[in-house]
């Protein structure tokens, strides 16, 4: 399975992107799919994660400003980034818990997008 993930770039405070991430390769099924960020000096954290049923759970830093959504036809995730501040700079990686048969499942990783925030 592979994570392609796009949609990061530089724009100013209190403007908008929108990342994506296609997972693609031996997919029964995807369970979890997220979007998790690292910023220069700190520890990898959650931004926000969407279950196959549509349920939603954001990081407190985030939450009123960025919209976690996926495509199951797709197989693909976004997360639509609002009203951004310098703080959201970081690296963000797309996460998904996939199930390439009925008996095996894990964790995978997207290679990373660079979103930079000026102020």
């Known amino acids: 399975v592979q994570l392609q993930a796009s949609g990061g770039g530089l724009v100013q405070a209190e403007g908008s992107l929108r990342l994506s991430c296609a997972a693609s390769?031996?997919?029964?099924?995807?369970?979890?799919m997220g979007w998790y960020r690292q910023a220069p000096g700190k520890q990898r954290e959650l931004v926000a994660t969407?279950?196959?049923?549509?349920?939603?759970n954001y990081a407190e830093s985030v939450k009123g400003r960025f919209t976690i959504s996926r495509d199951n036809a797709k197989n693909t995730v976004y997360l639509q980034m609002n009203s951004l501040k310098p703080e959201d700079t970081a690296v963000y990686y797309c996460?998904?818990?996939?199930?390439?048969?009925?008996?095996?499942?894990?964790?995978?990783w997207g290679q990373g997008t660079q979103v930079t925030v000026s102020s």
């Open positions: 996460n998904t818990f996939v199930y390439s048969s009925i008996t095996y499942a894990r964790d995978y």
């Open positions: 390769g031996t997919i029964f099924s995807i369970n979890r």
């Open positions: 969407i279950t196959s049923g549509g349920s939603t």
